[in-house]
């Protein structure tokens, strides 16, 4: 059996590498790992070194149309994505393809990244197998495999810092970073690490914004960026005692550990969805944002040091909602969604290992 795990970008690993982890449990062989020619040579670099560690074999090529054609000839028996960009094109006529989303923000892209190439989705919570389920899609509540990693990675280890630790992660676009950058140096009375998107590292346009914070934060001892390298946020949970969010996945990733939370919904719009709002509101959930009692809303920077430290004062607060919506967004939270996924696999009439 040959199984690929397909990335459009390195951020997708933390989703698959517990899967990973739980096929080598099982002694399964032939596991190949490959990632777009189209992302630049600094993410192509990290992600030969992640496939070196796992001891998962690389797929590689010259270019991106090479790259796919190559995958398809090599006529994988089980394809994990985690969008639908290249499936169509490396999926071969015997290949089950299993769909395990890179994110779970705010985002509609969750339900407009799929595609009937698709035998099997898995989602982390009830609440999303019953709409893809009304969707027609072939879905399975697994809970969220990046999760499984908390259990098992090496943590941001710090010494007991003399400041409330705030994590602060902003996604690409809808983005709040650009207003929140001029407001740092005057939360000195806590230490920020500030995880990036991946995007603010490897396309162009978010790397400007991405120099106007270093350029900001180079002479604050409290500020910390975290770099390239640490693309899985979660080794920064148990570390932080608070996070501040925009629209990212971590917003609910976050619950599992039960801290508080800062929603900045202040964000700075492109010129484009300045002129056409409604295509801004396309791409958004606002019925899902909706849903989000369990955390303090931020809707201007100027605010944003007074709820954290109002967050970081009264920690009981909203806890019972955080608790509630762990298990509404992120479903099972108990190390074992990965195992789960590959007994779904089985459980659809692929003979992959033993059933766990």
């Keep these: 059996m040959k199984i690929l795990f397909e990335h459009q970008h390195l951020y997708y690993l933390p989703q698959f590498e517990p899967i990973i982890q739980e096929l080598k449990r099982r002694e399964v062989e032939g596991i190949y790992g490959s990632l777009s020619e189209s992302v630049p040579e600094l993410e192509k670099e990290l992600f030969k070194k992640e496939m070196k560690r796992l001891d998962v074999e690389l797929v590689g090529a010259n270019f991106e149309p090479q790259r796919r054609r190559i995958i398809k000839d090599m006529n994988f028996d089980l394809i994990f994505v985690g969008n639908k960009t290249s499936l169509g094109a490396i999926k071969a006529n015997n290949s089950f393809s299993i769909m395990i989303y890179h994110g779970i923000g705010l985002k509609q892209s969750y339900y407009t990244d799929l595609t009937n190439d698709m035998d099997l989705v898995c989602v982390e919570s009830p609440v999303r197998d019953a709409q893809l389920q009304d969707m027609g899609f072939n879905s399975v509540e697994t809970g969220l495999t990046k999760l499984d990693l908390l259990e098992t990675m090496d943590y941001d280890s710090q010494d007991q810092p003399s ?194």
């Design 163 to 356: 400041r409330p630790s705030v994590l602060y992660a902003p996604t690409f676009f809808p983005s709040s970073l650009q207003k929140s950058i001029p407001f740092f140096k005057k939360m000195a009375t806590y230490k920020i690490q500030i995880k990036l998107h991946h995007f603010f590292w490897t396309k162009p346009k978010y790397g400007i914004i991405r120099q106007e914070l270093e350029d900001i934060i180079k002479n604050l001892d409290h500020v910390y960026l975290c770099p390239f390298e640490d693309y899985n946020i979660l080794k920064h949970f148990p570390s932080s005692d608070l996070l501040v969010s925009d629209f990212s996945s971590t917003l609910f990733e976050f619950l599992m550990v039960n801290k508080p939370i800062v929603q900045a919904t202040y964000f700075s719009r492109r010129f484009k969805y300045r002129l056409f709002p409604h295509l801004l509101e396309k791409r958004m959930d606002r019925e899902r944002e909706m849903m989000i009692d369990f955390a303090l809303k931020c809707d201007t920077p100027d605010k944003l040091s007074d709820l954290i430290g109002l967050g970081l004062s009264n920690h009981e607060d909203l806890s019972s909602q955080r608790l509630n919506a762990c298990k509404q967004f992120l479903g099972e939270v108990d190390g074992k969604a990965s195992q789960r996924v590959v007994n779904a696999i089985i459980e659809s009439g692929i003979p992959i290992g033993h059933r766990g």
